[in-house]
């Protein structure tokens, strides 16, 4: 069956470090892979788009890379602030979209 | 500019009655979407439509309907509520698929 896991539950990283978070997924052939953060009582809010023939996407401080033949994608956050603390939760497009669990992200100033 | 807006934000129930929730979009989007969320479980898609009088289901489908009769509505029901339908309920919306989606911030139901 499908599958899409976020490898933490949780994450705790000092200020001004680098976050890395990852989604892995079998048993699946996704055209899309998104990002979004979601804080607690809200709706999730889509960060990153990347497409199954890029490698890696960026905006400001945030990165995203998609290795199909790994079936892994790479989220990093880098000199991380305290604001960036939440969930970060991937999602897989194919016919529909399917979320990962998410992963809680600390940052500690 | 409202997004995607969800009523009622909480609701409690007794085992066996039902209700809708409601959804709505203002900006036109063809795709909409429902999930729900659990602990340690992430969204997952129950039902959705990719555009008026088309819907089709998504992961976990069962004591649950949906209805597209326009571009802006996607109304949820619970034929018959079950204990284990309490969870945080949301729905999004996107131009199609392969787009971000917007999400409202969740109805929190409970069924006692």
């Known amino acids: 069956s499908q599958k899409i896991e976020q490898n933490s539950e949780a994450l705790n990283i000092q200020e001004g470090k680098t976050a890395t978070l990852t989604c892995n997924y079998t048993?699946?052939?996704?055209?899309?892979l998104q990002w979004y953060r979601q804080d607690p009582g809200r709706g999730p809010v889509f960060l990153l788009l990347?497409?199954?023939?890029?490698k890696e996407k960026r905006k400001e401080r945030l990165k995203v890379t998609f290795d199909t033949t790994l079936k892994q994608s790479l989220f990093h956050i880098t000199a991380s602030q305290p604001a960036d603390s939440a969930t970060y939760l991937c999602?897989?497009?194919?016919?529909?979209?399917?979320f990962g669990a998410g992963t809680r992200l600390t940052v500690k100033p | 500019n409202a997004g995607v807006t969800q009523t009622p934000k909480f609701q409690v129930l007794k085992t066996g009655q039902s209700m809708t929730l409601q959804c709505a979009q203002d900006?036109?989007?063809?795709?909409m979407s429902w999930y729900r969320q659990d602990p340690g479980m992430g969204l997952r898609l129950i039902h959705y439509?990719?555009?008026?009088?088309?819907?089709d289901q998504g992961e976990v489908p069962n004591g649950y309907n949906v209805s597209r009769s326009t571009t802006e509505d996607f109304p949820l029901r619970l034929l018959s509520a079950a204990p284990s339908q309490t969870s945080v309920y949301f729905c999004?919306?996107?131009?199609?698929?392969?787009?971000?989606?917007?999400f409202g911030d969740g109805t929190r139901l409970s069924i006692l």
């Open positions: 999004a919306s996107s131009p199609s698929l392969g787009q971000p989606q917007h």
């Open positions: 048993n699946y052939s996704p055209a899309y």
């Open positions: 990347i497409r199954e023939n890029e």
């Open positions: 999602a897989l497009e194919g016919n529909d979209m399917r």
């Open positions: 900006m036109n989007h063809e795709y």
């Open positions: 439509s990719v555009g008026a009088g088309i819907t």
